[in-house]
C-alpha cells in the first residue's frame, strides 16, 4: 500500500543559477563568438566556408565552437576583412521578398518601351 501523500511527491525548485554548469576548460561567452555563431546559424553557412576565409583548420572551428579554444584577433581580422566573402557564400536566401507576376512585369516593359 502506498502511503506517500500528494505534498511529498512534489518536486523542490533548483534555484535556475544553479542548472547549467560549464565544462571543465570552457572558455566564458566570447563576444565576437557569439556574434560569428549567429551569422552561421542565421544565414546557414557551413563551418569549413568560415575556416577557410579565416584562415584557419575546420578542427580549429570546431575547438571555437565548442568552447575549448578562443579565437585570436588575427583570426577575427580576417574574418571581419572577409564578411561580404562570408554573407555571399549563404546557400539559401535570408530575406523572402515577393516576386512580381509576369504579366505585371511584362506591362511595364511595354510601358517603358512606348514612353521611349
Keep these: 500500500m502506498n502511503t506517500t501523500t500528494q505534498d511529498d511527491t512534489k518536486a523542490t525548485p533548483i534555484p535556475y543559477t544553479t542548472l547549467y554548469t560549464p565544462p571543465v576548460g570552457a572558455m566564458p561567452a566570447d563576444p565576437n563568438l557569439i556574434k560569428l555563431q549567429a551569422l552561421h546559424q542565421l544565414l546557414s553557412i557551413p563551418l569549413s566556408k568560415i575556416a577557410k576565409l579565416g584562415g ?3 578542427t580549429y572551428m570546431t575547438r ?3 568552447g575549448t579554444l578562443k579565437g585570436s584577433s588575427l583570426f577575427y581580422m580576417k574574418i571581419e576583412s572577409h564578411l561580404g566573402d562570408i554573407v555571399n557564400t549563404r546557400s539559401k536566401q535570408y530575406f523572402q521578398v515577393e516576386t512580381t ?3 505585371t512585369a511584362q506591362e511595364i516593359l511595354t510601358s517603358i518601351q512606348q514612353t521611349s
Design 56 to 58: 584557419v583548420s575546420p
Design 101 to 103: 507576376p509576369v504579366e
Design 64 to 66: 571555437l565552437f565548442n
